[in-house]
């Protein structure tokens, strides 16, 4: 079989993982990971042993929840600082920008201050800390992914306070 025909005919099988895997970002990192499957199968396989499309779907949908761990495992530990703003969230007087009179810092003070105390200690722990997610979890209680729609809950919340979504102070 010639590379390319191979690839050219497994395609609607990679486009089929990405859909029954729920992949829905960074497609063509993981189309390229199961294209490099797809290659190692050819290389490794035994006609011996039955037909080569059952072994390149497994192989295919192996690459690609080994990216799905990878990707997993990345996000655990490390979290994404969106910009010097939320840097001066954790309170560092002497961040740049972060004098008085500025008004999105009054905006963001604001925001932070109508708080309560545990999304106060969140903030504190995911931005002035840097703590992993997955430590953030252990210490909260709960599962990464809990972590996760958490930042994204407050950090939603704090974009809505900030340019005055006024339906959304508690």
């Known amino acids: 079989m010639k590379t390319e025909e191979t690839l050219l005919q497994y395609e609607p099988m990679i486009s089929s993982m990405l859909r029954l895997l729920h992949i829905r970002r960074d497609h063509e990192n993981f189309r390229q990971a199961a294209r490099l499957a797809l290659w190692t199968a050819l290389g490794k396989y ?3 042993r ?8 497994r192989t295919i949908r192996g690459a690609m929840l080994d990216e799905l761990k990878k990707e997993s495992r990345y996000g655990e530990s490390f979290t ?7 840097e001066r ?3 560092w ?9 500025d008004p999105r810092m009054d905006a963001l003070r604001l925001a ?11 903030l504190h722990r995911l931005f002035e800390l840097r703590l992993s997610q997955a430590e953030i979890a252990r210490l909260e209680g ?5 972590v996760k729609k958490r930042r994204e809950r407050l950090l939603r919340k704090l974009r809505n306070r900030m340019t005055g979504c006024e339906d959304h102070w508690a």
């Open 46 to 48: 035994d006609p011996s």
């Open 50 to 57: 039955g037909h080569f499309a059952p072994f390149a779907h």
């Open 80 to 86: 994404a600082v969106e910009g010097e703003t939320l």
């Open 89 to 91: 969230l954790a309170g």
């Open 93 to 101: 007087a002497d961040a740049p920008g972060a004098e008085h009179g």
């Open 112 to 122: 932070v201050s109508g708080l309560d105390e545990a999304e106060r200690l969140f």
């Open 142 to 146: 709960i599962s990464v992914s809990g």
